[in-house]
C-alpha cells in the first residue's frame, strides 16, 4: 500500500498560464471592488472557501491575484484541493513561513463537505471567502459551511457563476 502525498500547487500570479482560465473579467469594476474590500483587512493568508461541492475556487483563486498582480503587488496561490487531512500541519508550517517573509497567499480549498483539510486550513487563514455558485448552491450546505469553519473567519461572500466558476458572472462581499 502506498501513500501518496498530494502537494498543494503553489503558483505565483505572475505566471500568465495559471491565469488563462480566468479570462479577461479580471478588469470588471465589481471585481475590482471585490478586491478593494479584501484590503480594508491586514492578511497574508486568504482562504476562499466553497459553499458546496459544485463551486470551484482554484479559478477565482487566480483571478484574484492578477488584481493584485494588476496593483502592484504579487500574491501566490496554493491549490490546495488535494490536500489530505494527515498533511495539513506540514502545510500550514510552509504557509506560515511564507507568510513571516512577507508573502501574500490565496488558498483555493474544495468543500468542507468533500475534505477533511478545509476546515483547519480555514481557520488558519487571515480570513477567508465563502465562494457561493449562483442558482446551484444549496442554502444548507452554504449554513453548514460557515458553522464548520465559524462565521467570524469569513471576511464576506463571493458569488459565481453556476457550476464552473471559471468565469465568474458577479462578485458581492458582504460581512
Known amino acids: 500500500m502506498t501513500d501518496q502525498y498530494a502537494e498543494p500547487d503553489l503558483a505565483d500570479a505572475?505566471?500568465?498560464r495559471a491565469l488563462t482560465k480566468s479570462g479577461g473579467s479580471w478588469d470588471r469594476s465589481d471585481w475590482q471592488r471585490m478586491w478593494?474590500?479584501?484590503q480594508s483587512l491586514e492578511w497574508r493568508t486568504l482562504a476562499l472557501v466553497p459553499g458546496d461541492g459544485q463551486t470551484s475556487t482554484f479559478d477565482v483563486a487566480n483571478l484574484i491575484a492578477r488584481l493584485a498582480l494588476d496593483h502592484g503587488e504579487?500574491?501566490?496561490v496554493a491549490d490546495i484541493r488535494a490536500l489530505r487531512m494527515k498533511h495539513v500541519d506540514a502545510f500550514l508550517e510552509g504557509i506560515r513561513w511564507e507568510a513571516s517573509q512577507g508573502t501574500r497567499v490565496i488558498l483555493a480549498a474544495p468543500s468542507a463537505s468533500t475534505s477533511l483539510a478545509t476546515v483547519p486550513v480555514a481557520r488558519a487563514a487571515d480570513?477567508?471567502?465563502l465562494c457561493?455558485?449562483?442558482g446551484s448552491s444549496l442554502l444548507s450546505a452554504v449554513r453548514d459551511t460557515i458553522e464548520q469553519i465559524g462565521r467570524k473567519h469569513f471576511?464576506?461572500?463571493l458569488l459565481v457563476e453556476a457550476s464552473s466558476a471559471t468565469a465568474p458572472s458577479r462578485?458581492?462581499?458582504s460581512p
Request: with cysteine; aromatic share 0%.
Open 14 to 16: 505572475s505566471d500568465e
Open 36 to 38: 478593494l474590500r479584501t
Open 74 to 76: 504579487s500574491i501566490r
Open 127 to 129: 480570513c477567508a471567502i
Open 132 to 134: 457561493v455558485s449562483l
Open 155 to 157: 471576511l464576506g461572500s
Open 171 to 173: 462578485s458581492a462581499i
